[in-house]
């Protein structure tokens, strides 16, 4: 995929900051040509200046069907084909469950599950018909166990890892592979811009989703994570010829993990009997 000749070209949505921008720019600074999306394309307009033969703004709003339709058509029509899919435009919320509207729990959904997927279905026959592609999605640290105040940002992006381990069974006989990026705290605006809290918080909520929320304001700015080595990172699992099929980001993500592992695993030994005992007896 990736010769001198021809250079591989990428599909980014949510460039306009974060992690999408690091990625967009790596990508372009090492040759790559890249689609790079936003809903406010004028905030795409220094990497555009910057790569104007091997960049391509454009505006997509992941909420939009047609929007989609169109930004992948005008992307095939720019270059001839994409090699590698990220969906990383996403939004938090925080709030608790019982707190959290019908409409912003709608919202959040729509953006982080059902507009990565409404773009990747939209690539899919791209890719199916090529016989290759790579397709990356942007998870969170919330999907590896999820925090008080986070559970339906959590939830959302624990649907899309369900979907995208389907995925990746489904589309392995045509040679696509998937891979589901996991990142601790990394130092973007996600805190900041890309953050809403429930419009009608409950007091009762305040020592534990009120604290989880003080939490993140007072991190903000100072996460250790660096967005420009979080690209480096994605590049090379791009280019393995095993991509994983998750990638966990920073040493905060890893620790998590490793806990989480660990905790379930001791949990399912201590239970074992009991779900041994569920089965009909053995002739």
Not at 236 to 253: E, H, I, S
Request: with cysteine; aromatic share 8%; hydrophobic share 45%.
């Amino acid at each position: 995929m990736n010769t001198p000749s021809s250079p591989p070209v990428w599909f980014i949505t949510g460039c306009s900051s974060g992690l999408g921008q690091a990625l967009a720019a790596a990508a372009l600074a090492r040759g790559d040509r890249v689609v790079a999306t936003a809903r406010d394309p004028a905030r795409l307009a220094a990497l555009a200046a910057e790569y104007p033969d091997a960049c391509r703004p454009l505006a997509l709003d992941v909420t939009q069907p047609a929007q989609v339709e169109a930004a992948v058509a005008e992307a095939l029509a720019r270059f001839g084909r994409l090699d590698v899919l990220v969906n990383n435009a996403g939004t938090g919320l925080v709030g608790a469950i019982e707190e959290t509207s019908e409409a912003e729990i709608a919202h959040n959904f729509e953006v982080n599950f059902l507009g990565a997927l409404r773009v990747t279905r939209a690539v899919l026959p791209h890719f199916r018909t090529r016989r290759g592609g790579h397709v990356v999605f942007l998870s969170a640290a919330a999907a590896i166990a999820n925090y008080p105040g986070f559970g339906i940002y959590g939830a959302a992006k624990r649907a899309l890892e369900g979907a995208a381990e389907s995925l990746a069974q489904e589309t392995r006989p045509f040679g696509l592979k998937v891979t589901l990026v996991q990142p601790g705290p990394f130092r973007t605006d996600f805190i900041g811009r890309s953050l809403t809290h429930v419009a009608a918080p409950q007091a009762d909520y305040d020592a534990s989703r009120g604290k989880f929320a003080r939490y993140l304001a007072s991190v903000h700015g100072q996460q250790p994570g660096d967005p420009s080595r979080a690209a480096a990172a994605i590049l090379a699992a791009v280019d393995a010829q095993r991509p994983p099929l998750r990638l966990v980001l920073g040493a905060y993500a890893y620790e998590k993990t490793r806990r989480t592992l660990a905790a379930a695993q001791r949990e399912l030994e201590a239970w074992a009997p009991v779900a041994a005992a569920t089965e009909f007896p053995s002739a």
